[in-house]
């Protein structure tokens, strides 16, 4: 089936300072930055009002309070089945069956893990996914039960980003059970490989398939007002520096491993400085780990570091990547040539991750009915550029962006995690203003 965007479809004012500003306390940026000021469209604006002012809608809403306890039963449930980096599998049936039972067709687990379910619109010209990554970066045989304390959960995994699959879920309840039309066809789906060295197989592997997919909605946010728009790309390498090692004193003179790993981080220091420094969009680097070494009186037979790069601009990301590969040749040549007659040094560059960057189209209809939905609820967007699943499709030219899953999330990535419920119904409430805006509810 053909899916085209839908033609024509233009009313853009970019009015910076608009009337509307209901946000609450600015909550500290994870690994978000602020990027441009949120567009408003006065046509989609008056478009949520009518879903808002919808009876069926207001229904769902209540819905949500009246289910909050099964919303988070089911999120303890869905957390407390371990999903390791590269083991989704058994909480992906489990939402799988979960997805089945609300009575979604043809729901499936595909190749690489993802799980995926159709909800058919009327007219069907346009898809939209939803998409909730169901991996953590936790590895095998982690405590991940949940321990709940008031409002808040503590669990490894339980906000990034089991509470975002237990909305997807939430949202499919009540649209299935007030029989909530859409126009465009909905994917719910279930990620695999979003964090770390997973490296958004995922939603790679879903991007390439023939899905036909024309907006894309992640939903991995903290802030209730997070909205990302933007793509963070990072390109992350291991770098082993490699040479025949030796005694300290006996065989001095020999190629120096540490030494060309420390001439490599001086060298791209310097030369990313140019790129990090100059305007537009923030460009960073880091060198995260080093090691190696043998004892103290040895000449190491390998240095190794690993390094990150990050930058919203493609161009900006490229340059710096350019840069690190002169520095890394640079000293590897200097220390080559200042070792006596013994064998000469390697470098190994392994690539242990890239994820694509780029700029968002402020301007789409998705991102369009997000601010709009956003600010009807009473929330001023606080547009961001951040690393997740949204970074394919970005980087694709399909419209994209990250939501917020509600309620409030503590020391993510760390054993300390925690999830509060605090207002967290506005995760539902807004996941379902946005899904039925940009599918068209009643149309
Ligand atoms: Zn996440």
């Known amino acids: 089936m053909p ?13 910076a300072g608009c009337a509307t500003t209901a946000a609450g306390p600015q909550a500290p940026l994870e690994d978000g930055t602020q990027t441009e000021q949120a567009p408003l469209s006065q046509q989609h604006q008056e478009f949520v009002e009518t879903i808002l002012a919808d009876p ?6 209540e819905m949500f309070e009246r289910e909050r306890s099964k919303t988070l039963s089911t999120m303890v449930e869905l957390n407390e089945i371990p999903a390791p980096p590269f083991q989704e599998q058994v909480r992906a049936e489990a939402f799988a069956q979960k997805l089945s039972d609300l009575g979604l067709a043809d729901v499936s687990i595909d190749e690489v893990g993802n799980v995926i379910a ?32 008031g409002d808040t959960y503590f669990a ?5 980003n089991t509470r975002a699959v237990a909305v997807v879920l939430a949202v499919v309840e009540a649209m299935q059970d007030l029989d909530l039309q859409t126009r465009e066809d909905l994917v719910f789906v279930g990620s695999v490989g979003e964090e770390g060295l997973g490296n958004l197989r995922g939603v790679r592997h879903l991007l390439r398939g023939d899905h036909g997919i024309s907006s894309f909605i992640a939903v991995d946010g903290g802030a209730q007002d997070r909205l990302i728009t933007s793509a963070v790309g990072s390109n992350r390498y291991r770098i082993t520096f490699k040479g025949p090692g030796g005694h300290s004193y006996g065989a001095f003179g020999r190629a120096h491993p540490h030494q060309a790993l420390s001439r490599a981080i001086v060298e791209f220091t310097e030369r990313a400085e140019p790129i990090t420094q100059s305007a537009g969009a923030k460009a960073t680097f880091s060198v995260g780990r080093i090691g190696g070494g043998t ?20 161009v900006k ?18 220390e080559n040539e200042r070792r006596g007659s013994a064998e000469a040094m390697t470098v ?12 968002g189209q402020l301007d789409s209809q998705l991102v369009l009915n997000a601010t709009a939905a956003m600010r ?13 699943d949204a970074n394919i499709p970005i980087w694709l030219g399909v419209p994209a962006i990250t939501v917020s899953r509600g309620g409030r999330s503590q020391n993510a990535h760390s054993l300390d995690e925690s999830w509060t419920d605090d207002g967290s119904v506005f995760g539902e409430t807004y996941l379902l203003t946005l899904l039925l805006a940009e599918a068209g509810y009643g149309q």
Request: aromatic share 6%.
């Open 3 to 15: 899916h085209r965007f839908l033609a024509g479809v233009v009313l853009i004012a970019l009015i």
């Open 56 to 61: 069926n809608f207001q229904l769902a809403t």
């Open 118 to 149: 159709h909800r058919p619109g009327t007219v069907g010209e346009r898809r939209i996914a939803v998409v909730a990554h169901m991996d953590t970066v936790f590895p095998p045989g982690t405590d991940v039960t949940v321990r709940k304390e």
């Open 156 to 160: 490894p995994g339980i906000s990034d």
């Open 295 to 314: 004892s103290i009186n040895s000449i190491p037979f390998e240095s190794w570091m690993e390094v990150d790069m990050r930058s919203v601009d493609p």
């Open 317 to 334: 990301l490229e340059a710096l990547d350019a840069a690190f590969r002169v520095a890394l040749n640079t000293a590897l040549t200097v």
């Open 348 to 359: 190994d560059i392994e690539d242990v991750g890239k994820r694509p960057a780029g700029q």
């Open 376 to 388: 009807a609820l009473g929330v001023e967007p606080n547009l961001q550029a951040s690393s997740t």
